[in-house]
T-cell receptor
Framework: EPEVTQTPSHQVTQMGQEVILRCVPISNHLYFYWYRQILGQKVEFLVSFYNNEISEKSEIFDDQFSVERPDGSNFTLKIRSTKLEDSAMYFC?????????????FGSGTQLSVL | SQQGEEDPQALSIQEGENATMNCSYKTSINNLQWYRQNSGRGLVHLILIRSNEREKHSGRLRVTLDTSKKSSSLLITASRAADTASYFCATDEGQAGTALIFGKGTTLSVSS
């Protein structure tokens, strides 16, 4: 079965540093998402992306965050200047149709630790 | 905004027993979905129920939806140790095609 892949599985960084989390969505999917989950807490929506632009974003997704689809297969989340509170598991997801109408396929996540 | 809220937060049962988890939400919805998350892993879609449906089955899963009470329940029958995971409901907040908003989840432990 096709799957969403995320790299790296773990990322440790110093506060203030930039990080890029990478995702390869399922090849025929058109909608892409980033979610995050702070340990033991709810899964929080960050941003959705379609047709090479952001279609929706949450209050969490402020100016320090950006997303990009640099080529036909990768989808990245960049955090420009990491803060301690950015430590979380970041999940990429994709869907063939818009997420409200169809199931999302999630990657296994990148555990980001900001020291 | 906070949408789905699962209840209970944690549930411990024996193998063979049924597990029932509830989800309440605040806004109108088009669809409600349930996902499962094994520890340290990504979420896996279990079932989708549309706002005009009242009940749906998939294997040992049974989902109900009561739009008048803005609530849903997930029933896992004849549970197995492998069902141990966190279960989340997710909704679209009534606008077709918007991102799914997840609740806090119910952590289910099934002991053999």
């Amino acid at each position: 079965e096709p799957e969403v892949t995320q790299t790296p599985s773990h990322q440790v960084t110093q506060m203030g540093q930039e990080v890029i989390l990478r995702c390869v969505p399922i090849s025929n999917h058109l909608y892409f998402y980033w979610y995050r989950q702070i340990l033991g807490q709810k899964v929080e929506f960050l941003v959705s992306f379609y047709n090479n632009e952001i279609s929706e974003k949450s209050e969490i997704f402020d100016d320090q965050f950006s997303v990009e689809r640099p080529d036909g297969s990768n989808f990245t989340l960049k955090i420009r200047s990491t803060k301690l509170e950015d430590s979380a598991m970041y999940f990429c997801a994709s869907s063939e149709q818009r997420g409200g109408d169809e199931k999302l396929f999630f990657g296994s996540g990148t555990q980001l630790s900001v020291l | 905004s906070q949408q789905g809220e699962e209840d209970p937060q944690a549930l411990s049962i024996q193998e063979g027993e049924n597990a029932t988890m509830n989800c309440s939400y605040k806004t109108s919805i088009n669809n409600l979905q349930w996902y499962r998350q094994n520890s340290g892993r990504g979420l896996v879609h279990l079932i989708l129920i549309r706002s005009n449906e009242r009940e749906k089955h998939s294997g040992r899963l049974r989902v109900t939806l009561d739009t008048s009470k803005k609530s849903s329940s997930l029933l896992i029958t004849a549970s197995r140790a492998a069902d141990t995971a966190s279960y989340f409901c997710a909704t679209d907040e009534g606008q077709a095609g918007t991102a799914l908003i997840f609740g806090k989840g119910t952590t289910l432990s099934v002991s053999s």
